[in-house]
């Protein structure tokens, strides 16, 4: 079983920057795709970015040359670092694993990011 953590949410004004941070235990973190997604109420979950075991990340066009997501697997953490936020930007953002060995998927509690004036 992993168990995941996320911190690093907060409230802060259009243009700025957060960095979320994602620990991971129960399992070899190396071994798992890492995930970033973000809900906002009343809609679905919708995902934003992940990290293979390798480092190759991925992106949602609407957050490319904003966001940029890494891995410290010596931390078994995943961050993502979120430059020139927008309103837009605004939800609970939760962290993934999905353990390659197993085919679990494991969810984070969120950590909400307000990106307001």
């Known amino acids: 079983q992993v168990q995941l953590v996320e911190s690093g949410g907060g409230l802060v004004q259009p243009g700025g920057s957060l960095r979320l941070s994602c620990a991971a235990s129960?399992?070899?973190?190396?071994?798992?795709?890492m995930y970033w997604y973000r809900q906002v109420p009343g809609n679905q979950r919708e995902y934003v970015a992940l990290?293979?075991?390798?480092?190759?990340?991925n992106y949602i066009d609407s957050v490319k040359g904003r966001f940029t997501i890494s891995r410290d697997n010596a931390k078994s953490t995943v961050y993502l670092q979120m430059n020139n936020l927008k309103t837009d930007d605004t939800a609970v953002y939760y962290c993934?694993?999905?353990?390659?060995?197993?085919?679990?998927?494991?969810w984070g509690q969120g950590t909400q990011v307000t990106v307001s004036s």
């Open positions: 990290i293979s075991s390798d480092g190759v990340p």
């Open positions: 129960g399992n070899s973190f190396d071994r798992n795709i």
């Open positions: 993934k694993a999905w353990d390659t060995w197993s085919n679990g998927d494991y």
